[in-house]
């Protein structure tokens, strides 16, 4: 496992943000809205003439992927709202980074370790863990979630979507095997969307690397060991080759990349997606220091209409590791066997 340049540990900002005031009313942003350059700055060309996306970029935040509920419709907080989170994500982070005292042993270990993981579930210490220290900016906004619907909120499924979701659940089999476990799990692909598409950030190694020539953009993704291949112009492969992170094909309007992406493998559902969803992306390079990725999801079997979000990708000057996905890794041996002996157990148990 490696990790980037600073290891924080990761507070839950809406549980902070709830106690703050809403100090400011802000315009809904749509991610159909074409993101815009600063009027003063002209991104840099490759020898082909188009913007040059190339470098080493972060999407490391702490901005939720959903809106908070007590913002309501509001997609930027003030500046005073933005500081306290910020300040709380410090304060929290020197206090994981203290030393374990000997005497208290376990009990000194977190009960809450932030983003969801309480007890047990507290698997990385803060030295692991780097989501980002910063409320996530764009055009001088500070954002209070990466999807950009009139709420920050992600449509609800379709009823046939969620009952066959429910189904899927009910099936179980998540410990019959090694092929039911998560894809990242598996080390066969980044865990959550980090590779996407979409990609958004997680709790660490939420850097990338694109590196583009007239034909290609690669986009290399530090968690696990992911290469997106975007193929600028020309058409998709047939719908029968599933291809993990999809068929992604590219063109260019004006400065901005467009990305279309389906022909995704079954297995890398996001949020519900079937293997027909859609995906379209826009990469602007907005100023010298940030790229604004746009993204929506269409996929009339989950969704009525697309919904979609806009993440900010920050120049980094940390460099892209490798990651030694299974290097130490006892879990899953750990967990199929122990799925094995509740099975015989209860078999005996029936057998009484």
């Avoid at 809904?28 to 996306?53: C, F, Q, S, V």
């Avoid at 290399?220 to 992911?226: G, N, P, S």
């Avoid at 010298?288 to 900010?312: L, M, T």
């Amino acid at each position: 496992m490696t990790q980037s340049n600073s290891f924080q540990r990761c507070l839950r900002v809406s549980a902070i943000a709830a106690g703050l005031a809403l100090l400011s009313v802000a315009s809904p942003i749509h991610a159909a809205e074409p993101a815009k350059a600063n009027a003063n700055w002209k991104a840099p060309r490759t020898a082909d003439g188009r913007p040059d996306l190339q470098g080493n970029w972060s999407n490391a935040t702490i901005t939720a992927f959903e809106r908070p509920n007590q913002y309501g419709d509001k997609s930027v907080m003030t500046a005073q709202e933005a500081h306290a989170l910020e300040n709380a994500e410090a304060d929290g982070n020197e206090k994981a980074n203290l030393p374990t005292d000997p005497k208290h042993g376990i009990q000194d270990l977190p009960v809450d370790c932030g983003r969801g993981f309480t007890g047990v579930n507290c698997g990385y210490n803060s030295f692991w863990v780097d989501p980002g220290t910063k409320i996530m900016t764009i055009n001088g906004e500070k954002r209070t979630s990466m999807v950009t619907t009139p709420n920050g909120k992600v449509p609800a499924m379709l009823p046939a979507a969620r009952e066959a979701m429910g189904q899927r659940r009910a099936r179980g089999g998540y410990n019959d095997g090694p092929e039911m476990r998560s894809l990242g799990e598996r080390c066969l692909m980044s865990f959550g969307s980090s590779a996407g598409p979409p990609m958004i950030p997680l709790l660490y190694n939420n850097n990338y690397q694109i590196v583009q020539t007239k034909d290609t953009v690669m986009i290399l993704v530090e968690m696990v060991h992911d290469a997106r291949v975007v193929r600028i112009g020309g058409t998709h492969k047939p719908d029968n080759i599933r291809q993990w992170m999809g068929d992604s094909v590219g063109h260019w309007e004006g400065d901005t990349l467009v990305v279309e992406t389906r022909n995704l493998r079954r297995e890398q559902s996001f949020r519900g997606s079937t293997e027909n969803v859609k995906y379209t992306e826009r990469f602007t390079r907005i100023g010298p220091q940030q790229i604004s990725y746009q993204f929506s999801v269409d996929d009339a079997a989950v969704w009525e209409k697309p919904w979609g979000g806009e993440v900010a990708f920050n120049r980094t000057a940390d460099n892209i590791y490798e990651y030694a996905c299974h290097e130490g890794n006892y879990a899953l041996p750990g967990i199929l066997a122990g799925a094995r002996e509740e099975e015989r157990a209860k078999a005996q148990a029936e057998k009484k």
